[in-house]
């Protein structure tokens, strides 16, 4: 039966709740239309289905329906804080990036992050951290996208997507497994120096304010003059480095460190760090037994200067419209600040900015966490949520009708390269040294609780094959370690050291521990 007056009703179904203070807002759909009851739907009566021409409620579903974006490939589960830096020393001899004029502040946003699992995953599993600072600069926004860890597990981006999958949950049972990731990593020698800090208490932090952050790569620094140097970037957490044990991490509740920053921060007690820089110039490369462009090693002995101080201060109002939709890539730098040589650096710049496009879309970099805090002058337009507001006809360049200038401070620097092309491995991989030198480091009970978390994980890999190649890395990184781990995990010291004098006969390069 169709009607078209009134509804029989006696009262407005909708009815209003009390506004405690102040005016009440009406509500409108997203046309900005009032909105008369949201709370039932359009019924053809008591009985009735509901209509199709309720558009309220099917904008209402259709916007909920579409609430998420991808998550991050990796570091999906994360949180963020804006704070400001502060530049504390005179580096024009080293960089003509105006960030460090000394006195200098600037406006910075940071994302923390765990790396394997889904955006709402435990924080308290060991895995690297993500220490990812977007300085928004007056010459355009800097992103230092970095971890706790000082190093990576491998040195080539043609590697990473591989070992993405191995650590990830198994594509047919949807779990991690130390079966696929220590088959990985044993054929990944290079990973030895980084699974020994990961498995340290270090990979289990405090809290994001009780870590360090490292840039990993050398960067190349470029002054006014044109001259280079390269570089690694730190943060030394001024509340110290606090780890737990795995008991102790295992004891924590699942956002124990969103917890902890947005309490310590609603608190005024804002964490803070310094900011460190090594600096090496391409005359101090020979007298390494490493190469300084490889990501699994840290440039040991090189002194750190302190160069500034950032300090957190403010949670995002919104964590979706900041934290989620936040896109960080090493290819955003400033005149001064340029790449290295770096293989996977060289991957990174890529990769970033590729799955932002993806994730986020075509005017990610519009979005008010991305946006820089300078002008954006550029021919780039339209696609996909486009409010630029844009009005000029010269969209194209060079152009008598509208000029634009580009400054010559602002090109890169130059450099020689004269070099056969092939796709092969580095020299000097060196790959055990660092490992053993962080192992000894260690006190007592920490080398207790790395051996107890590692051989926990690879306690768990079936094939003797596996778990005796790994053991061997480990033994020639440090012969205590190896013969700890071998016994934790049962493999016979006679297989190890086996499997440790092939692989030195295999690779003649490679340096005998101790
Ligand atoms: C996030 C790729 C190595 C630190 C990501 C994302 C991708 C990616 C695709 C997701 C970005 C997004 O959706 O916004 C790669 C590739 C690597 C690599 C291809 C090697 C070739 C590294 C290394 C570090 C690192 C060596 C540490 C120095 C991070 C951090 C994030 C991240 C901190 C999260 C950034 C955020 O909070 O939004 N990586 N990554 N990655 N990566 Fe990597």
């Known amino acids: 039966r169709m009607t078209t007056g009134p509804a029989p009703v006696s009262a407005k179904a909708d009815t209003p709740i009390q506004a405690e203070t102040g005016a009440v807002p009406v509500m409108t759909r997203d046309n900005g239309a009032p909105i008369g009851d949201n709370r039932n739907s359009k019924a053809a009566g008591d009985l009735g289905p509901v209509l199709l021409e309720d558009s309220h409620l099917i904008e209402k579903l259709a916007r909920f329906d579409r609430e998420r974006t991808p998550e991050r490939v990796v570091h999906a589960r ?7 830096f502060r530049a504390t020393a005179d580096i024009s001899d080293l960089t003509k990036a105006s960030l460090f004029q000394p006195g200098k502040e600037t406006p910075v946003f940071v994302r923390f992050s765990s790396v394997i699992h889904g955006k709402d995953s435990p924080e308290w599993l060991r895995d690297p951290r993500g220490f990812a600072t977007k300085f928004y600069t007056d010459q355009g926004n800097w992103d230092l996208v970095g971890n706790n860890l000082p190093i990576f597990f491998i040195r080539d981006a043609m590697q990473f997507p591989d070992m993405v999958h191995s650590l990830k949950p198994d594509p047919v049972t949807n779990r991690q497994d130390p079966n ?14 980084m699974l020994t800090q990961l498995y340290s208490n270090l990979g289990t932090p405090a809290s994001y304010r009780t870590m360090d952050g490292n840039g990993v790569h050398a960067f190349k620094l470029v002054n006014a003059r044109g001259e280079t140097v390269f570089a690694k970037f730190r943060w030394i957490s001024r ?10 991490a295992g004891a924590q509740a699942f956002d124990y460190q969103t917890h902890d920053l947005y309490t310590e921060i609603a608190k005024g007690n804002y964490p803070s760090w310094d900011l460190m820089v090594q600096v090496m110039r391409a005359e ?7 190469n300084p462009f490889d990501d699994t090693k840290e440039w040991l002995g090189v002194p750190f200067r302190k160069i500034g101080e950032m300090t957190l201060n403010k949670v995002p109002d919104n964590f979706f419209e900041w934290t989620e939709q936040s896109a960080f890539a090493p290819s955003n730098m400033v005149p001064g600040i340029e790449a290295s040589p770096d293989r996977m650096l060289q991957g990174r710049l890529f990769s970033y900015a590729d799955t932002q496009r993806y994730r986020i879309g075509a005017n990610a970099l519009a979005l008010p966490v991305n946006r820089p805090r300078v002008a954006v002058v550029n021919n780039s337009q339209d696609g ?8 000029a006809r010269v969209n194209y360049f060079p152009a008598a009708l509208a000029p634009k200038t580009t400054p010559a401070e602002a090109t890169a620097s130059t450099y020689m390269v004269d070099a056969t092309v092939v796709a092969r491995p580095i020299a000097k991989t060196n790959n055990f040294a660092q490992a053993g030198i962080f192992y000894r480091a260690l006190p007592a009970a920490e080398k207790a ?7 926990g994980d690879l306690g768990k890999v079936v094939s003797p094959r596996t778990r005796t190649i790994m053991v061997s890395y480990f033994y ?6 190896g013969t700890r781990l071998a016994k934790a995990v049962n493999v016979p010291m006679a297989e190890v050291e086996k499997a440790a004098a092939e692989y030195r006969a295999a690779n003649p390069e490679q340096r005998a521990a101790n």
């Open 449 to 455: 609780d790395l051996i107890k978390n590692l051989s």
């Open 476 to 481: 020639q990184a440090d012969k205590d370690y």
């Open 384 to 391: 996909q949520l486009n409010a630029s507001g844009r009005s």
């Open 239 to 248: 509340q110290g480095v606090r780890t737990l044990t795995a008991a102790q």
């Open 78 to 84: 994360g949180t963020g804080a804006h704070g400001v």
């Open 180 to 193: 696929r990731f220590f088959d990985f990593f044993s054929a990944t020698p290079e990973s030895t120096n």
């Open 284 to 290: 101090d490369f020979a007298k390494l037994d490493y």
